[in-house]
């Protein structure tokens, strides 16, 4: 899989460069994030561009980034343009959970679920492009929806997973503890 040859590549550059495995660890993370917040804001400029809007990335850092929109006063392309960039990373956290069993690959998805899309789908919380989109006329109960969904599904999917680690753990004849 490409994604994890990037991956084993950064890794081997940084074994090069005498990086322990912490270090190597918390670098691809690092640059995982970044590669995160960065398509996070483009999808924002690109989505109003498509829709005949100006844009541009104002700030990008590891954390946050920021992107200037500038549209008519539409609410229907302003509330796509909001929301177009957490769902795609929920979407893009779909494709990389499924993709490849790499542990690096599928804490990028969970970068995904829990740092670019999640967080900007809660409505309730000010500053983010759900609570933008709810501002200009998106309806609460969409909003609710558009929220719930997909935590429902990373839930699902973290919930499975941990069950199927657990029944694995539980096969494999290691001494079990009583969970209780």
């Known amino acids: 899989m490409p994604l994890k040859k990037l991956i084993d590549t950064l890794d081997d550059i940084f074994t090069q460069k005498g990086f322990s495995e912490l270090w190597r660890n918390f670098l ?18 690109v989505t109003a561009y498509y829709l005949g809007c100006e844009g541009e990335l104002a700030k990008i850092s590891f954390f946050t980034g920021l992107s200037a929109i500038k549209c008519e006063d539409n609410s229907t392309k302003l509330i796509i343009i909001s929301l177009s960039a957490p769902i795609l990373l929920f979407l893009i956290g779909l ?43 998106l309806p609460p109960l969409w909003a609710l929806l558009i929220f719930i969904i997909p935590t429902s599904i990373i839930a699902y999917l973290l919930s499975r997973n941990f069950k199927r680690e657990l029944d694995m753990e539980k096969c494999s004849g290691l001494p079990q503890k009583e969970l209780s």
């Not at 994030?33 to 924002?44: G, P, Q, S």
């Not at 494709?95 to 309730?124: E, N, Q, R, T």
Request: hydrophobic share 50%; charged share 10%; net charge negative.
């Open 28 to 45: 691809i993370f690092m640059i995982l994030l970044a590669i995160t917040t960065t398509i996070h804001e483009a999808t924002h400029v």
């Open 95 to 137: 494709y990389l959970w499924f993709s490849d069993s790499h542990p690096m690959v599928k804490i990028w998805a969970l970068l995904c679920w829990f740092y670019g899309s999640l967080p900007s789908l809660s409505f309730f919380t000010s500053n983010t492009d759900a609570n933008f989109a709810l501002k200009h006329g």
